[in-house]
Structure formats: structure tokens, C-alpha cells
């Protein structure tokens, strides 16, 4: 192509405001956990009109804490996603639970909500669904299949007793400020994990968070309760240590270490001032692949209408009846124009981790087709509509440049 261009995939987008933010926040004398990671918990709770929010170091941990504080382990079972990243899957390892994955839906990336039921069991103890590329999932057909599986549900603590189903746990890795039949991603699901990773809508370099409705438990208690998971389950944080003779603290029980820094949270108390017009630039972008895109036989996902709003992270496109190799090809005529793409995503029973679980990716023949033929066009508020054409482009030419590669390859 001429005018060769260097589009990158996934950049932050970090501006001054949030270089100077983190300068204040060295120069406060405080960078761990302390009074802005506390004002970032509020106004995301605030913002995603949840009961609460606890931030942490990643969407995993935010996962893994919620199994754990749901009491969540071995002998139990948790259904996920087949097509997601490994982040869905393995807090559920972690804790020794069992993972169950669920093929999606023909010609969706999501899961198959028809097939769900028929894995339920007695073990079962919570779903993890995925809100891929910032689309939510259809949460109320998730809960109208877990209602007709009540009579499977055997709560086993106090906290699993308030519920009279199989808990839902939100991966909304995705999804921070979508929202579904009106409702915010984080006041929807009964638990909701977030990711704040340097290639995602809102960041804070790394970082994520576990949000919850109200359940009927204790929302502050269950709080302190996360937060002594995060800090080696010590009953004082490092900021009420430091008041006067307040430095004698307890060890409750053998925890982890996976909390959030002041430093983070000042990029992210900037990045949510500036999210509203971030979305909505997201929002500009797609429209302008929707319509550059609308001449060809690709299938985009949509990210918009009916009853949900997306947050616009990633620009999932199939090109219909075309084979992993053509994929391929596309992927590498266009990393030749300068720009980079990705795949969202390889279905977990491809990789050796959950091969050796006994996953066999002939069980997902819905997950394959989908993961053969995607790919992901770059979308991020650093691209300037004619870096959107430039790409749209560079999409087309690789249309017509693949089959020749396919076929030289094949040779």
C-alpha cells in the first residue's frame, strides 16, 4: 500500500493528566495501597452502580478472590467459557475447584446458553461468563436457566446460602462501562470481575477489580474480607498502620498478596474522568469499520442496540466459510501495510494446559469455527479516522491476497 502507516494494536492511551497524576502521587510520600486506591473504590462503585468494589491487582485475582471468599474449592464445580482466555479459567484451578467449559452458540462468541443447563450438577456452585469485546452476555437467559436447575443447588456456607441458584461471576474483563437493559456491567451479575490492563478501555498499567450487588450479606464485611485476602490476610493495611501507636495487626489466615497501589489508581482516577468521551470515541470508530467494512462478506460483531451497549474494546470480525490458513494470511498481508492484528481467541481446549484436564476441542466444534476464521482489527482512541480507513484498506487487499498465499503454501 503507499502511504505505509505503523498501526499498533492495543496502545494506552495516557495522556499529561495522568503522568501528573502519578507524579503527585509519588511525591505525596504514598505509592501502595492508600487514600487514592480508596477514592478510585468509590466512585467505580459510583460509576458501575454496584454495591461496592474492591480494586486489586488484576481481573484474575478479582476472580480468584471471589471463589475464595464464595468458598469455593475442591469437590466443586464452575462452567465457563470454552472460547475465552485462560484468565476465565484458571482462578477455578487455582482454588481446586473443577473447571466445566461450555462449546458456544453457533456462529457466536458467546456461550451456548441452550447447552448450559445440561451441566449443571450438584457441584456446581457458580458460572463465569464471558462479556467478550465488551458486549455483556444475555444475563437474564443466564439466570432463567439456572432458576430451572434450583432443586440442584446445595449451598454450603452462609454466604452460598443467601443464593438460591448457582452464583453468576462476571468475567467483564471487557466490559466497564457497557451496560445491559439500562444496567451498568458490574450491577448486573451477582459478582463482577474487571480488568484494568495496560491494553484495555480504562487502565492502570496493571490492575482490576471485584464488584458486587446486593445479596443480602454485608457489604463493608465482605470488603474487609477481600481486602485481608489481598493483603496476606493481615488485619491492617499498611494506611492504618500508620496512626499513632496503631502498628499491632493479626495474621487471620495464610493469605495472598494481590492488592493495588496508589500509583495505579492515580492513572485511574484520571482515565475515569476521561472515560465517558473515551467510550464514546470507541463508539465513533466502529461505526466508521461498520460502514468501511459494510462492501465485504466479513461479520462484525455488534457491539451495539437491542439490549446492550457495549464498551466498545475490541473489533471482533469472521470472514465466513474461510479456513484457519486464510486467517493466517490476512494476518500477515496486513502486518505487511504496518498494521497489527490479533486473535480473540483460541479456545482454551487448544492449549496444552487443558488438554492434559482432559478438553478435547472436537467437544466444541462451535468454539473451532469461530477461533478459524476471526480476526481483530485494531481499536483504540489513538487512531485518527484515517488510520480506521487506512486499516479498512489494508483488510480489503488482504481479501484478495490471501487465497494466492493459501494456495503458493499449499503447493
Known amino acids: 500500500m503507499d502511504d505505509k502507516r505503523n498501526i499498533a494494536f492495543?496502545?494506552?492511551?495516557?495522556?499529561?493528566?495522568?503522568?501528573?497524576?502519578?507524579?503527585?502521587?509519588?511525591?505525596?510520600?504514598?505509592?501502595?495501597?492508600?487514600?487514592?486506591?480508596?477514592?478510585?473504590?468509590?466512585?467505580?462503585?459510583?460509576?458501575?452502580?454496584a454495591a461496592g468494589v474492591a480494586c486489586l491487582s488484576s481481573a484474575t485475582a478479582a476472580l480468584e478472590c471471589a471463589l475464595r471468599a464464595l468458598g469455593i474449592g475442591e469437590g466443586d464445580e464452575v462452567i465457563t467459557s470454552a472460547y475465552t482466555y485462560t484468565a476465565s479459567c484458571s482462578p477455578i484451578c487455582h482454588v481446586g475447584a473443577t473447571p466445566v467449559l461450555v462449546d458456544t452458540a453457533p456462529g457466536s462468541f458467546e456461550m451456548n446458553y441452550a447447552e448450559l443447563g445440561d451441566l449443571?450438577?450438584?457441584?456446581?456452585?457458580?458460572?463465569?461468563?464471558?462479556?467478550?469485546?465488551?458486549?455483556?452476555?444475555?444475563?437474564?437467559?443466564?439466570?432463567?436457566?439456572?432458576?430451572?436447575?434450583?432443586?440442584?443447588?446445595?449451598?454450603?456456607?452462609d454466604l452460598q446460602r443467601l443464593?438460591?441458584?448457582?452464583?453468576?461471576?462476571?468475567?467483564?474483563?471487557?466490559?466497564?462501562?457497557?451496560?445491559?437493559?439500562?444496567?451498568?456491567?458490574?450491577?448486573?451479575?451477582?459478582?463482577?470481575?474487571f480488568s484494568f490492563h495496560a491494553?484495555?478501555?480504562?487502565?492502570?498499567?496493571?490492575?482490576?477489580?471485584?464488584?458486587?450487588?446486593?445479596?443480602?450479606?454485608?457489604?463493608?464485611?465482605?470488603?474487609r474480607g477481600i481486602m485481608l485476602q489481598s493483603l496476606h490476610g493481615q488485619t491492617k493495611d499498611a494506611l492504618a498502620k500508620t496512626q499513632a501507636s496503631a502498628?499491632?495487626?493479626?495474621?487471620?489466615?495464610p493469605g495472598w498478596k494481590c492488592n493495588m497501589t496508589d500509583i495505579q489508581a492515580a492513572i485511574g482516577l484520571v482515565q475515569l474522568e476521561r472515560y465517558p468521551a473515551l467510550l464514546a470515541r470507541r463508539r465513533e470508530i466502529i461505526a466508521r469499520y461498520e460502514k468501511g467494512l459494510a462492501d465485504t462478506d466479513a461479520i462484525l460483531l455488534g457491539h451495539y442496540g437491542g439490549w446492550a451497549n457495549s464498551s466498545g474494546h475490541l473489533m471482533l470480525?469472521?470472514?465466513?466459510?474461510?479456513?484457519?490458513a486464510f486467517r493466517n494470511a490476512v494476518i500477515e498481508v496486513m502486518a505487511e501495510d504496518g498494521v497489527a492484528t490479533?486473535?480473540?481467541y483460541k479456545p482454551l481446549p487448544l492449549f496444552t494446559a487443558y488438554r492434559t484436564l482432559g478438553f478435547d476441542i472436537a467437544d466444541y466444534p462451535n468454539a473451532y469455527r469461530q477461533y478459524c476464521c476471526e480476526i481483530t482489527l485494531p481499536l483504540h482512541t489513538k487512531l485518527s479516522d484515517d488510520d480506521v480507513d487506512y486499516v479498512v484498506a489494508s483488510f480489503k487487499r488482504a481479501l484478495i491476497e490471501a487465497d494466492s498465499r493459501v494456495l503458493q503454501e499449499s503447493d
Open 163 to 193: 443464593f438460591d441458584r448457582v452464583i453468576i461471576v462476571a468475567d467483564a474483563a471487557h466490559s466497564l462501562g457497557a451496560d445491559y437493559h439500562g444496567r451498568k456491567s458490574g450491577s448486573v451479575a451477582d459478582f463482577t470481575t
Open 120 to 157: 449443571i450438577t450438584e457441584r456446581t456452585k457458580a458460572i463465569v461468563p464471558v462479556d467478550i469485546a465488551g458486549r455483556m452476555c444475555d444475563y437474564d437467559r443466564i439466570e432463567g436457566v439456572l432458576a430451572t436447575k434450583r432443586v440442584l443447588w446445595k449451598p454450603e456456607n
Open 247 to 253: 502498628w499491632e495487626y493479626d495474621i487471620a489466615f
Open 342 to 344: 490479533n486473535v480473540h
Open 317 to 324: 470480525v469472521r470472514m465466513p466459510r474461510k479456513s484457519e
Open 199 to 223: 491494553v484495555k478501555n480504562f487502565t492502570t498499567a496493571e490492575g482490576g477489580a471485584l464488584a458486587w450487588r446486593d445479596a443480602g450479606f454485608d457489604s463493608d464485611e465482605f470488603y
Open 10 to 49: 492495543s496502545p494506552p492511551d495516557i495522556g499529561q493528566a495522568e503522568i501528573d497524576a502519578v507524579a503527585d502521587a509519588m511525591r505525596s510520600g504514598w505509592i501502595t495501597t492508600g487514600p487514592k486506591t480508596k477514592e478510585l473504590e468509590r466512585k467505580l462503585t459510583e460509576f458501575t452502580g
